[in-house]
């Protein structure tokens, strides 16, 4: 977030805490496309910064569905797929922003995440009144108002709108959005959202979007840890942990997460929906976010050391389930 500070040094400044918080759901009404060329969906050209394992399916169902849509991404070679399903290509967040009518932004951590917007040739120089950014990374509350005072200085508006759900349901359009910011904006959007998305609210200001994923993400980071946890135990009480998976599914406590991540937890396999290093990434947030109103999370906490513990151990990249492998290296080290 100090890089963010300093991308952007004018706008650095005291950011109002405790904004009144304002909650919409609407459900998901896929826009067809009619809808696009036509009256009743998003009229206009779409941007999209940002094609790694989220932003490239969220651009393509929208590119699928009919949009006019306009890509960029700092490995270049990213941009291909979407070309060949029939987007444009511009060489910087500056040129997509001034072609675009609407700029969408999927970036992976909140330096990047400033940088596109604010710095050179950053999306803020394509600026400019009637446009619109949104965007959709997931950042702290603070760099969120930073990156809204840079865009809005121009005269543009902006809308926060980071996403719960990864890899699968950002392909299948399913995600959910959490927006604040601009409402006028976030209704304007919304049948892109509706899209990429199968349901989305709006918060109110700036900042409670980014708060609200960050005290999601800590929450299933955290349930990760205790469910490796009971595999580990289970197996080494002579229990079978693909039958652990299965109770549990079963019962209250049953959420997609296990049932869809269990079965490959217990083969010590971890294909990527969302990278280990972005959880880590979201409790580090979720922590200083805690610090700053004291709020003790002690389970978070300790899930954030074994995250820690798991990046060390190369896994980074791996998906964030691949935080068993933490505990097994804990247990080693421990009967040596």
């Not at 304002?22 to 009404?29: D, F, G, K, Q």
Request: charged letters at 20%; glycine letters at 10%.
């Amino acid at each position: 977030m100090a890089a963010a500070f300093l991308l952007c040094p004018r706008l650095a400044l005291p950011l109002r805490r405790g904004s009144r918080l304002l909650v919409s759901c609407s459900a998901s009404a896929s826009a067809s496309s009619s809808d696009a060329a036509g009256g009743v969906g998003f009229q206009g050209k779409v941007g999209f910064l940002g094609l790694g394992i989220m932003g490239a399916p969220m651009a393509s169902n929208l590119i699928k569905a009919g949009y006019d849509v306009t890509v960029w991404n700092r490995t270049e070679s990213k941009c291909d797929p979407l070309l060949s399903l029939g987007a444009k290509f511009e060489s910087s967040p500056a040129g997509i922003a001034s072609s675009c009518d609407v700029t969408f932004a999927m970036l992976a951590d909140p330096e990047s995440a400033a940088e596109v917007a604010c710095g050179t040739n950053g999306a803020a120089e394509g600026m400019a009144p009637g446009k619109g950014y949104v965007d959709v990374s997931t950042v702290d509350d603070a760099t969120s108002k930073l990156i809204g005072k840079y865009i809005t200085s121009t005269g543009a508006s902006f809308l926060e709108a980071p996403v719960s759900g990864s890899k699968k349901p950002a392909e299948d359009g399913l995600l959910i959005f959490l927006t604040a910011g601009d409402e006028s904006l976030y209704k304007r959007v919304a049948p892109l959202l509706d899209v990429m998305g199968k349901s989305r609210f709006y918060l109110g200001d700036v900042g409670n979007g980014a708060t609200m994923k960050l005290v999601v993400n800590m929450v299933m980071g955290s349930m990760m840890v205790s469910f490796a946890e009971g595999l580990l135990l289970s197996e080494k009480v002579g229990l079978d942990p693909n039958t652990v998976v299965e109770v549990i599914s079963q019962g209250a406590i049953n959420a997609p997460m296990f049932s869809l991540k269990g079965p490959s937890m217990v083969k010590a396999a971890y294909p990527t929906a969302f990278p280990l290093k972005h959880q880590q990434k979201d409790l580090r947030l979720a922590l200083a976010l805690a610090e700053s109103v004291s709020q003790s999370i002690p389970t978070a906490a300790a899930a954030n050391e074994l995250y820690k513990v798991a990046k060390s151990l190369g896994l980074a990249d791996h998906d964030f389930s691949a935080v068993i492998e933490a505990l097994k290296a804990k247990v080693q080290s421990s009967q040596q």
